[in-house]
């Protein structure tokens, strides 16, 4: 009987830690694993933002997007795609990027950069190059 | 129809590419992978930090001008339940996507700068949540391989930009929300 009481609060106290944990500190989303919400080239998504910065905001800032384009700058650890996309990975790139070469990137939408009139792109993983 | 379009977008990508050349046309020294951090954290409570890895800083060093631009989104925090309420509850992201700097090193010239950091006054305007306020502040400056290293930080308080703090929160978040910068600006 006494057994039983203490198994039973143990188990208590362990879920309220599972279920504290799960509401007030929940895990970061995984982009390359949520399904892509747009599929455009680098070109047409900085269209629509120098277009329209507040309609383009509203449609894509944290949203899943895969884009394509080539690559015209390459940094630690960030790319930019035809002067009008920059793009921030994830993880250190396994292999170098080069200028000139076509690459398919998955990330998350931040926004628009008028300093730099470029999208920004970040938690970005690479698809796959052409 | 379809035309009117298309010539419209022709003419925006050019003139955005002719703006994109504008910019380094200058003697516009560049990050576009600036380090951007707050913290508002009290004793005793779960951190309130945020780093944003993404921020774009522009110096040009005929002038001293500088700006510099931090996609709100872009901030990451620990707790992703903070990041939501941050972006959705307090700074309004999706109505106010962006924090603005824009303003002047005072006195700022490239040619006294040496791997020696010097403390530089920096004034000017910092514009989020819709709101602007006034930053004066000392930044240290040095050159390190060809760029400009700029590290420093000041303080603002939510109230300034109009963003309110809930009650039953108020004694977790710190009232001065402390802001530190670094960044690597390339010629």
């Known amino acids: ?130 | 129809m379809k035309n009117m379009k298309t010539v419209q977008l022709v003419a925006i990508l050019f003139m955005t590419g002719v703006f994109a050349t504008h910019l380094y046309g200058q003697n516009n020294y560049v990050d576009k992978a600036g380090y951007l951090k707050f913290e508002a954290s009290e004793k005793l409570f779960e951190p309130v930090e945020a780093v944003n890895k993404s921020v774009t800083a522009v110096l040009n060093t005929d002038t001293g001008e500088f700006a510099s631009l931090a996609l709100v989104v872009g901030f990451r925090f620990e707790n992703s339940l903070m990041e939501e309420h941050f972006n959705e509850n307090y700074i309004e992201s999706e109505t106010y996507p962006k924090a603005i700097f824009r303003g002047m090193l005072i006195d700022f010239d490239l040619s006294n700068l040496s791997d020696e950091p010097v403390e530089i006054a920096v004034d000017g305007k910092l514009a989020l949540h819709g709101k602007e306020k006034e930053v004066k502040t000392m930044v240290s400056l040095q050159k390190l391989n060809g760029a400009v290293v700029m590290k420093g930080g000041f303080t603002v308080t939510p109230s300034d930009f109009a963003i309110e703090i809930p009650s039953i929160v108020k004694n977790k978040i710190a009232r001065e929300v402390l802001v530190s910068l670094n960044f690597n600006l390339k010629p």
């Open chain 1, 1 to 130: 009987m006494k057994y039983a009481l203490i198994s039973l609060t143990v188990l208590i106290i362990l879920s309220g830690f599972v279920i504290y944990e799960k509401v007030f500190n929940p895990v970061h989303r995984e982009i390359a694993k949520e399904p892509t919400a747009f599929a455009i080239s680098a070109d047409e998504l900085q269209f629509h933002f120098a277009d329209d910065q507040e309609t383009a905001a509203h449609k894509y800032i944290d949203k899943v997007i895969e884009t394509h384009g080539a690559i015209t700058e390459v940094g630690t650890n960030t790319i930019v795609l035809e002067n009008r996309v920059q793009v921030y990975f994830l993880n250190d790139l396994k292999r170098g990027l080069t200028i000139g070469e076509n690459v398919n990137i998955k990330g998350r939408c931040v926004g628009f950069d008028e300093l730099l009139l470029a999208v920004k792109i970040d938690q970005a993983t690479t698809i796959k190059t052409n």
